[in-house]
């Protein structure tokens, strides 16, 4: 069975400081990705998916990026937080040309 | 207009209650829907896809109406622990891919 996993499970970081986010998933080959952010209160919002190795769609204009060197790696990053990076983020994978989205634990991000 | 919109909520209804959750969509060439159950601080849980003819598992019961351009998701007989935030999501491949998520819906059960 497919699973996916993320770290860490929570996060407290200095504004400016930077950020890596690590997306896994196991048991299935080419998924998509998706990485979202949850702002407290607030629904999803896509923030980047990917359909293969190298290939990253972004949503949204913000000081984030995202990179997936392998198949089943997916990684958020920021070179410098800010306040409102703050958030619930939430990676998910889906099978290659379905809409069936499966997510992952998410990484509580506190930036202070 | 947002693309996707719920119910604003929350719900409050006793054990045993039916409850009906809305969420209306704008862009009329989206092809795939969803509720997703979503626990507090939890990630989002795939409750059901919904489809036009209706979809049906046990006490849920999800409709896409693609001419009013609405889904619905009924809950039957609800239960404590179906408490939860409900989270409809649309999607789109016209165009280039888009997932749109409905702000949510939250449902409180009591005993």
């Known amino acids: 069975s497919q699973t996916i996993h993320q770290w860490p499970a929570t996060l407290v970081q200095p504004v400016g400081s930077p950020l890596s986010l690590e997306c896994t998933v196991e048991?299935?080959?080419?998924?998509?990705l998706y990485w979202y952010r949850q702002a407290a209160g607030r629904g999803l919002q896509l923030l980047f998916y990917s359909v293969g190795i190298g290939q990253i769609s972004s949503e949204v204009p913000q000081n984030l990026s995202a990179s997936r060197p392998q198949d089943r790696q997916f990684i958020l990053s920021s070179k410098k937080l800010l306040l409102s990076d703050s958030g619930f983020y939430l990676c998910a994978w889906s099978i290659q040309g379905t809409d069936t989205q499966y997510f992952g634990p998410g990484t509580r991000l506190t930036v202070l | 207009r947002k693309e996707v919109e719920q119910d604003p909520g929350p719900f409050n209804v006793p054990e045993g209650a039916t409850v009906a959750f809305n969420c209306t969509y704008s862009?009329?060439?989206?092809?795939?829907f969803f509720w997703y159950r979503q626990d507090c601080r939890k990630e989002p849980k795939l409750l059901m896809s919904v489809y036009s003819s209706g979809n049906e598992d046990g006490r849920f019961t999800a409709q896409l109406n693609r001419a009013s351009q609405y889904i619905s998701l009924l809950i039957r007989d609800s239960k404590l622990s179906d408490s939860a935030t409900y989270l409809c999501?649309?999607?789109?491949?016209?165009?280039?891919?888009?997932?749109?998520f409905g702000a949510g819906t939250r449902l409180f059960v009591k005993a």
């Open positions: 999501v649309v999607n789109t491949r016209t165009g280039g891919f888009k997932t749109i």
């Open positions: 862009n009329s060439a989206s092809q795939s």
């Open positions: 048991g299935t080959s080419n998924p998509n």
